[in-house]
C-alpha cells in the first residue's frame, strides 16, 4: 500500500470539512482573515516535496506529534502550528464528539 502524502491528507480534511477549505502557499494572499485570532496553523511538513518550494520557509515542529514542519513567514507567531495529519486526526476527533452529542440529544 503506497505511503499517504500531505496531499492525501489535505483532501480527507477538506472532505471532514465539507469541501471548504482554503489553502495557500504563498506570502500574497489576500483571505480576508484575521489570522492573529486563528487557534491552529497547518503546515505542511517538511519532508515533503512541496516544502522545498521556497527557500524562505520557517521551519520547527508540529505541536501534537512533534514531526518537522515548515510554514511562510507572513503567518503570525500565535496560532499553534500542527501538521496536516494532525489537523486530520483533531477534525476527526471534533466530529465524533459531534456525533456523541447528537446521539445524546
Known amino acids: 500500500m503506497k505511503a499517504k502524502t500531505d496531499s492525501d491528507y489535505l483532501r480527507e ?3 471532514l470539512l465539507g469541501g471548504k477549505l482554503t489553502v495557500g502557499f504563498s506570502d500574497d494572499l489576500d483571505l480576508d482573515l484575521d489570522l492573529t485570532e486563528i487557534e491552529y496553523a497547518i503546515c505542511i511538513r517538511a519532508s515533503e516535496e512541496i516544502a522545498k518550494s521556497f527557500t524562505n520557509n ?5 505541536a ?5 514542519i515548515v510554514w511562510r513567514p507572513c503567518m503570525p507567531d500565535g496560532p499553534v502550528k500542527i501538521c496536516i495529519r494532525c489537523a486530520v486526526a483533531r477534525q476527526r476527533r471534533v466530529l465524533m464528539k459531534a456525533d456523541l452529542e447528537r446521539q445524546r440529544n
Open 13 to 15: 480534511y477538506a472532505r
Open 58 to 62: 520557517i521551519a520547527g515542529q508540529c
Open 64 to 68: 501534537d506529534c512533534g514531526v518537522d
